[in-house]
């Protein structure tokens, strides 16, 4: 029972549950979680699940951004000058937050760069 408990105790952790939270979930006792919690294999599918669903998240996400853009681009030209401002801020913002992302990963590249050519 144990090993078909653990891949659901590891999606319950990868989404947040506490550790008794996920034994419920997975049908085992809080301890028994926490045990499999102090395993570096463990930790690492809990890890690695996460790092899936979020990506999902993401994906879905982007799905849904050029929907968006044109959405709060049509507000641009709205008749209530309230919604166009709104559209405005929203436009801006999401600018801004994109271009310091963007700014942060290319320095973040640029850093990894330099180490990957130092290690050589």
Known sequence: MAKQSRPAAVVA???????EEAARE???????????MEDPDFSIEVRDTRTEIL?????????????????????LVDDDGRNRVQAARTLLDAVLSLRESLDLEQRLAA??????GRRR
Do not use: M, Y
């Open 55 to 75: 990506s999902s998240a993401v994906g879905q996400l982007a799905a849904g951004a050029a929907e968006a853009v044109t959405a709060l681009r049509a507000a």
């Open 111 to 116: 850093l990894e760069a330099d180490e990957d």
């Open 13 to 19: 952790l990868a989404r947040g549950a506490t550790s």
């Open 26 to 36: 997975s049908g085992v006792s809080g301890r028994t979680v926490r045990r499999w």
